[in-house]
C-alpha cells in the first residue's frame, strides 16, 4: 500500500471520528452515524489495499 494511500484512509478516519464525536456531542445522529460511516469506509479500503499488497507479494514469489 503506497504511503498516499495510507495517508489518505487515515485522514479519513481521522475525519469520521471527528464527526461521529461533534454528532454526538449534538445529539445529532445522523453526523455521528456518517461518521462511522466514514471510518468504516476507510477501514474497508485499507483491506484492499492489504489484499492488493499481499497479491503482489504472492506473485513476486514466483518470480522468483
Known amino acids: 500500500m503506497s504511503s498516499g494511500d495510507k495517508a489518505q484512509n ?3 478516519r481521522g475525519l469520521g471520528k ?3 464525536a ?3 456531542a449534538s445529539d445529532d445522529e445522523d453526523l ?3 461518521g462511522k460511516s466514514d471510518q ?3 477501514d474497508v479500503k485499507d483491506a484492499g489495499e492489504n489484499v492488493k499488497d499481499a497479491a503482489g ?3 513476486d514469489a514466483f518470480k522468483r
Open 10 to 12: 487515515a485522514a479519513e
Open 18 to 20: 471527528a464527526k461521529e
Open 22 to 24: 461533534l454528532g454526538n
Open 32 to 34: 455521528a452515524a456518517e
Open 40 to 42: 468504516a469506509k476507510a
Open 57 to 59: 507479494d504472492v506473485k
